[in-house]
C-alpha cells in the first residue's frame, strides 16, 4: 500500500514539473516576446513620471526604450521599458531565465523599483534577516522568494 502511494505522489510530481516546464517553455517561445515590452502602472499623472531620471532605470542608458502613457479607467500611468537590442542582450532564453541570466529579469526588477520610488518615495525591502525557517517548507518559500524578485510572480 506505501508502495503504491510513493509511486502515485512521484507520478503526480513528475507530471505536475511537465506542466510547469511546458508553460514556461511556451510562454518563453511567443512571437515577439524578447521585444516586448515590461510595463508597471504607476499612481501619479503622467507629467510626473521622467524615466531617465529614475535610478534604477538610468542605469540601463542607450540600452532600453521607454513608453509613458495613460493607465486605463484614470488609474495613474503606465510605464513601459524594453531593451532596443534585445538579441545581443541574450533575451528569450529558457535556460537563461530558470538560472537567472536573462537581462529581463534586471529590466523588471528596475522597472519595479521605479514604480516603489514614484509612489512611496523608497523602494522598500523585505524583512531582515529573513522570516524562513530550515525547514523544508521555509527553503521552499526562500526558494520561490528569490525567484520572484527577478521574475516579478511566483
Known amino acids: 500500500m506505501a508502495g503504491k502511494r510513493t509511486l502515485l505522489t512521484a507520478a503526480a510530481g513528475l507530471a505536475a514539473g511537465a506542466v510547469a516546464l511546458r508553460r514556461l517553455t511556451a510562454r518563453s517561445q511567443g512571437p515577439g516576446d524578447a521585444n516586448r515590452w515590461l510595463v508597471v502602472t504607476v499612481q501619479r ?4 513620471v521622467r524615466p531617465h ?9 542607450d540600452r532600453i526604450e521607454t513608453r509613458i502613457g495613460a493607465a486605463p479607467g484614470d488609474r495613474g500611468t503606465e510605464l513601459a521599458a524594453r531593451f532596443r537590442d534585445p538579441e545581443a542582450e541574450g533575451t528569450g532564453s529558457v535556460t537563461a531565465r530558470v538560472t537567472g541570466d536573462d537581462p529581463r529579469q534586471d529590466l523588471r ?7 516603489a520610488l514614484l509612489e512611496a518615495g523608497e523602494v522598500l525591502l523585505p524583512d531582515a534577516p529573513p522570516t524562513d525557517h530550515e525547514t523544508p517548507g521555509g527553503k ?13 510572480v511566483l
Request: aromatic share 4%; charged share 35%.
Open 109 to 115: 526588477r528596475a522597472l519595479r523599483e521605479a514604480k
Open 140 to 152: 521552499l518559500i526562500g526558494t520561490l522568494s528569490r525567484r520572484a524578485g527577478g521574475e516579478g
Open 53 to 61: 531620471e529614475l535610478g534604477p532605470l538610468k542605469e540601463f542608458g
Open 45 to 48: 499623472a503622467p507629467e510626473d
